[in-house]
């Protein structure tokens, strides 16, 4: 336990270096306003991407109605800073909550499900979540609850993804995490062994939405809108593709791909009518020829840059 | 609302569900047909119906042709498409994990939706008035040319499919690998042609349907598939997924149930609804209306 | 082995066309000093993309023909598209994109209303104005926070408030109807916004609506509701969606028997709708819009034959009023006799009069269009004039 500890602080150091950096040349301007905002919402990514991997790939349950979670921790927070004039801190909490208890609401019966239902399951409860959002008209309905206060700059994000990605990886590599890899790798053997599946499936599901509720609270406090069309079942598909590009079950991967597809993104968006197509032929070739995406289920680690120096280091997985 | 008028609005609502019905009963025969035999949830199989809609209407405006050989041919198409999408998409990945071909059959899906909005231009295009549509009306309700030909043709597809699935040699062998695949296998049954032969059939049935709704609603666009191909979905669930009789059952069932929550609720929610059914039977009856419980071994 | 070797390949193809993505990406645009660049931050793909292709058309059309004629201020126009996939944050980080990265002198905003005040803070921050086509929501010219004009939001098209009350009058004026059925398009506040000020007008016109439901865009079957509003007996029935799901409305209806008055929006407005709907089926119905192509006047005549010269079909609302936005561009440019943003923004405040396809365009005070709406009634799927009103 206490090396874990020291190797977190020193990897949390080596993030307060780079946050300092990055601020620094946003201050003075050296990053324009096209990177920040990429580089907001690669962060934005990583954190959705990286709680549906705990779903997905860390646990093996086939959950793509993601963009559901992240309508309501966005819709939840707008709420709470636009309507009732809450400090931002607080609103991102209740959206992380309100979308961590529907998680928990919508996992307990359904997670009973396996495979190819669940993924439709899940599929049809983020439609109905986006259509009951459709027709409040509290929240603006069709018109999208407009007004939303900029709140989210670089700071508030970087520390979220940190924070989203230390969190993750810690309960992968505690007794919850391990019950969740072996729900993953055999569920009726974890069954015999005396592990609860579902009250695990349902704790990974939970948390998965409430991050996903943060990511969306951020979200919607970065482009003063927030719309039901943003949170169609494309995002999902969008947030899916980068978990498998990056590999079900890494957390590098995640990262790596969010960074890589949003660039790939901003960059076909002058190709607009070749961008769903480049991106479909993408994701069917990477199936065929490299199911594991780019990391498999490894993770990024200071022995393998060991091995790669010719010196060993007593290391063992990090996260970064 | 008095009674007289709440019947005759009741009957009116049967009559536009079952026409809707027939229609995801036709796709979600697809749908049954490729899950009984390979487990599969084929995410690509409502883009298969927009594609005969789209090869029914190239047929019958620049090629001029009249109503029956454009759907012939829009179901020949269609099928070896399926055909084809199944040899280079899903059969390598036979023995990998499900979610790799789950999600190589959404890649398929978006490259046809997106492809097909490239080709073709998102533009709606209309479908040319192929046959009349005499409006009859039979004690107040009101029935059109249009949802009767498309009730006669579903029917009669649907009869063709049984008749096949049950009394042909292909037919059995196709029973065979869905019951158990490497029993059949060593029975000496050319598992992939069969699957091919599952696929083809499927997608001609997708085709069909994609051409009669052309018709009957006047206007295909290339992301008409999604909506119906998801709700065909469901309409195989409910019926009992892996069971022909079930698709058909539960079609027409979700469109009924459509059309009275529209009717007497509020259309907005209608979507909702078709995805509620489903949690609902995924919780409580997962087998389906017509299925029966199989326990997972190990 | 071969496979392994396929594998490799095929990774390495993959890497390589993401690098290049990412280095493209990366790289900055270089802005040519001998053309003026315009950008066009329009719904090309999702939901909205026929609309927003429709527009695409027009303004490409619009500087095609200005470069024709020499260009502007003695140099060529370019247009940067970016896309804003019908969402609203996509569509901030487009007007990120063509005001930061490609250095546009004017921007022809998103169709949607939500799009366009999703991104209006990036056009405050840089001073680079956008004009849409189309959007209506009042509150996309003026902020509803501060009650202010939006300094650099400006649109080719009247607003909700006016033509929903276009239509509540002629329902009670001239179709003499005291009982109205709403049939709203759900999903688009366009939709929204027009429904709620014909209801406000033709109640205080002293008309009952006896039926208010409401549909998604992408819908394709209505009977349901239909079969419902019908046992309301209405005296006429208001849609103000968009021609692909009003066409398959009307045609249905008139298939379950329901012959009453439809009233719709400029949302109405294409070629396809008579074919969506058949001819016969459209008897009886009137939408306002912008212009009649009854309007035997040169301006229209020669933006439809070009159209259809340059893209093949007739051009629908979208594509006019997009024309009609870039070539205001291009006139206050002309007065501006600069291709600074700011002064741009300045002359294009000031347009006045300006004879566009979509009639006469004045400028309010709000950067709203004011100009006549026109009645077109659809006469065997041809629009025909019924009557002007004027703001």
């Known amino acids: ?320 | 609302m008095d009674f007289a008028s709440f019947a005759s609005q009741f009957v009116q609502q049967l009559v536009n569900g079952v026409s809707l019905g027939s229609i995801y009963a036709l796709i979600a025969l697809g749908y049954t047909m490729v899950y009984g035999i390979i487990r599969l949830i084929n995410f690509a199989h409502g883009d298969i119906y927009m594609l005969g809609a789209y090869v029914g209407f190239y047929a019958t405006t620049m090629g001029k042709l009249p109503f029956l050989p454009a759907l012939i041919i829009a179901m020949v198409v269609a099928a070896i498409v399926g055909v084809v999408i199944e040899r280079l998409a899903y059969r390598p990945l036979r023995n990998h994990p499900k979610i790799a071909v789950l999600i190589t059959a959404i890649g398929v899906s978006l490259l046809l939706e997106y492809g097909g909005m490239l080709l073709v231009s998102p533009q709606p295009r209309t479908f040319p008035p192929v046959f009349g549509n005499e409006i009859y009306n039979v004690a107040g309700i009101i029935v059109n040319l249009q949802q009767i030909i498309i009730l006669v043709i579903s029917v009669a597809l649907m009869i063709i499919l049984t008749y096949v699935v049950n009394r042909t040699k292909v037919g059995k062998a196709m029973r065979a690998v869905s019951f158990d695949t490497d029993a059949a296998k060593l029975m000496g049954i050319d598992v992939d042609r069969i699957i091919s032969y599952t696929f083809a059939i499927g997608s001609g049935l997708a085709a069909a349907a994609g051409v009669l709704v052309g018709i009957y609603y006047n206007s295909i666009d290339p992301l008409m598939g999604i909506m119906p191909g998801l709700k065909a979905f469901v309409a195989a669930v409910l019926g009992g997924i892996g069971i022909i009789p079930g698709a058909m059952l539960g079609g027409v069932l979700l469109g009924v149930v459509e059309s009275m929550v529209s009717g007497f609720i509020s259309s907005t929610f209608r979507d909702a609804a078709a995805f509620g059914i489903l949690i609902i039977i995924l919780l409580f009856k997962p087998s389906g209306l017509l299925g029966k419980n199989v326990r997972e071994k190990v | 082995m071969k496979l392994r070797q396929w594998k490799k390949i095929a990774s390495l193809v993959i890497a390589s066309v993401m690098a290049t993505a990412v280095l493209a990406g990366c790289g900055s645009q270089q802005g040519g000093t001998d053309t003026i660049r315009l950008g066009a931050n329009l719904e090309m793909t999702g939901g909205n993309a026929t609309f927003g292709g429709s527009a695409a058309n027009g303004a490409k059309l619009a500087i095609k023909e200005v470069n024709s004629k020499g260009g502007v201020l003695g140099k060529q126009l370019s247009l940067v598209i970016a896309d804003n996939r019908s969402e609203a944050s996509e569509a901030a980080n487009a007007m990120q994109k063509l005001a930061t990265q490609d250095k546009v002198s004017a921007i022809i905003a998103p169709i949607a209303s939500s799009s366009v005040m999703a991104g209006a803070q990036v056009n405050q921050d840089n001073k680079i104005l956008a004009i849409s086509p189309t959007a209506s929501n009042p509150k996309v010219t003026v902020d509803p926070a501060t009650g202010k004009v939006r300094d650099f939001i400006f649109r080719a098209a009247f607003i909700d408030p006016f033509q929903g009350s276009v239509m509540a009058n002629f329902a009670t004026k001239s179709l003499n109807a005291k009982t109205a059925a709403l049939y709203i398009d759900n999903s688009s506040d366009y939709a929204k916004g027009l429904g709620q000020f014909f209801k406000e007008t033709f109640v205080k016109n002293g008309g009952v609506i006896v039926s208010e439901e409401g549909y998604l865009q992408k819908d394709t079957d209505f009977k349901a509701t239909l079969t419902k509003i019908k046992s309301k007996n209405p005296d006429v029935i208001f849609a103000p969606g968009y021609y692909q799901e009003v066409g398959m409305i009307i045609k249905q209806s008139r298939e379950l028997g329901i012959m009453v008055p439809f009233l719709g929006g400029d949302g109405w407005d294409s070629a396809k709708l008579p074919e969506i709907a058949g001819a016969q089926a459209l008897n009886n119905s009137f939408f306002s819009n912008h212009y009649s192509p009854d309007d035997n006047s040169a301006a229209v005549k020669n933006f439809v034959d070009a159209y259809k010269k340059e893209y093949g079909q007739t051009p629908d609302a979208f594509a006019a009023l997009s024309y009609d936005a870039t070539m205001m561009i291009v006139e206050a440019m002309k007065r501006a006799n600069s291709a600074d943003p700011v002064k741009i923004k300045d002359e294009l405040a000031k347009t006045k009069d300006y004879a566009a396809v979509s009639g006469q365009i004045t400028l309010n005070a709000t950067h709203d269009a004011v100009k006549s709406a026109v009645i077109v009634e659809m006469k065997d799927g041809k629009q025909t004039f019924r009557e002007k009103v004027n703001p």
Request: positive net charge.
């Open chain 1, 1 to 320: 336990m206490k090396g874990v500890l020291k190797k977190d602080l020193l990897v949390f150091g080596a993030c307060l270096v780079v946050y300092a950096v990055i601020q620094g040349l946003i201050e003075v301007d050296f990053i324009g306003p096209f990177w920040v905002l990429n580089i907001i919402l690669i962060c934005i990514n990583i954190i959705l991407v990286t709680s549906l991997n705990l779903i997905n790939g860390f646990t093996g349950q086939f959950s793509i109605g993601h963009a559901g979670f992240m309508a309501v921790g966005a819709y939840l927070a707008a709420v709470c800073t636009v309507k009732l004039q809450l400090p931002f801190i607080v609103a991102i909490l209740a959206g992380a909550v309100a979308a961590g208890f529907l998680g928990f609401v919508i996992g307990l019966p359904t997670l009973r499900l396996s495979g190819d239902y669940l993924a439709i399951a899940t599929l049809g409860l983020g439609e109905i979540i986006r259509i009951t959002i459709l027709n409040i008209p509290y929240v603006g309905g069709a018109s999208g609850l407009m007004g939303i206060p900029r709140y989210t700059n670089f700071t508030w994000v970087f520390f979220a993804t940190v924070f989203t990605v230390f969190f993750i990886k810690n309960l992968i590599n505690s007794t919850h995490g391990r019950a969740c890899i072996s729900i993953r790798e055999n569920e009726i053997a974890a069954e015999a062994m005396g592990i609860d599946t579902t009250r695990y499936k349902v704790l990974a599901f939970t948390i998965g939405a409430a991050f996903a509720g943060v990511a969306g609270a951020l979200f919607s406090h970065y482009f003063y809108i927030a719309h039901p069309a943003s949170f169609t079942f494309m995002k999902s598909f969008d947030i899916l593709t980068m978990v498998v590009l990056g590999g079900l079950g890494s957390l590098t991967g995640s990262i790596t791909a969010s960074i890589l597809l949003t660039f790939v993104s901003a960059a076909l968006a002058s190709y607009p009518e070749w961008r769903m197509v480049i991106y479909s032929l993408m994701l069917i070739i990477l199936m065929l020829y490299r199911p594991q995406g780019l990391f498999g289920n490894k993770e990024l680690s200071l022995k393998m840059f060991g091995r790669l120096m010719g010196g060993g280091k007593n290391g063992s997985a990090n996260g970064n």
